[in-house]
């Protein structure tokens, strides 16, 4: 099993919409997740760090984060087309980051 | 502010050459990472320096890759020899104190023939 599994997608969605994006993890030691969000041809960019379960809401983005089910979500509402772009989870343990594979979402418009 | 700095952006050559990339960390960053991006495999750690001392080299792939941080504003990686499956984006990343608000250049695109 791997440590931290995202759903490659491709999501695709109308402009407007609400976008969920999930991953899961194995290892109950990562104690920090964070979004990262990397456009075409681009370095990924830091989008949202939490430490703790519960929610963390930044503008039209909440990050999620379940620790009891291993389950983390990146909550994107009212999607614009400069949304499109793939978004990596990632996490840490005692060693620098673990990242997802990531997902590729499109905002139709 | 200068974000993370990489070069070249594209490189192009043959099996069994040598390869240098190259970067610039943010000034003030203690941290400095090295990751390959690929279709199968993602966004994988290389090695990772704190103050300029590497920490965990344990994702260098083989004996033919090698990086060095000779000061605080200039990495490299280097292979040799090349071989067609080190073709990937390799990412230089930076970040202060800690390992999660890590900051990425734009990556160098490599292609061994």
């Known amino acids: 099993q791997k440590e931290v599994e995202q759903d490659p997608g491709p999501l695709s969605v109308p402009e407007g919409a609400i976008v969920s994006l999930n991953c899961t993890y194995s290892n109950s030691a990562f104690q920090y997740f964070m979004w990262y969000r990397q456009y075409s041809r681009k370095g990924p960019e830091l989008l949202m760090y939490t430490y703790s379960s519960g929610n963390k809401e930044d503008g039209r983005f909440t990050a999620q984060v379940d620790k009891s089910s291993k389950y983390i979500s990146l909550f994107i509402r009212d999607s614009q087309p400069s949304d499109s772009a793939t978004y990596l989870c990632a996490m840490v343990r005692n060693t620098p980051l673990v990242f997802g594979k990531g997902t590729r979402l499109s905002v139709i418009a | 502010d200068a974000g993370v700095i990489q070069s070249p952006r594209h490189e192009v050559t043959e099996m069994g050459q040598e390869v240098t990339l190259r970067c610039k960390p943010i000034s003030g960053h203690d941290y400095l990472f090295w990751y390959r991006q690929t279709m199968m495999r993602g966004l994988e750690l290389l090695i990772y320096?704190?103050?300029?001392?590497?920490?965990?080299d344990s994702g260098m792939p083989e004996d033919r890759f090698s990086a060095k941080m000779p000061n605080a504003s200039f990495s490299t990686l280097k292979i040799q020899p090349s071989e067609p499956r080190d073709s990937a984006v390799y990412f230089c990343a930076s970040s202060f104190r800690d390992f999660s608000a890590q900051h990425f250049g734009d990556g160098t695109r490599l292609s061994i023939l």
């Open positions: 320096f704190n103050n300029n001392v590497p920490i965990d």
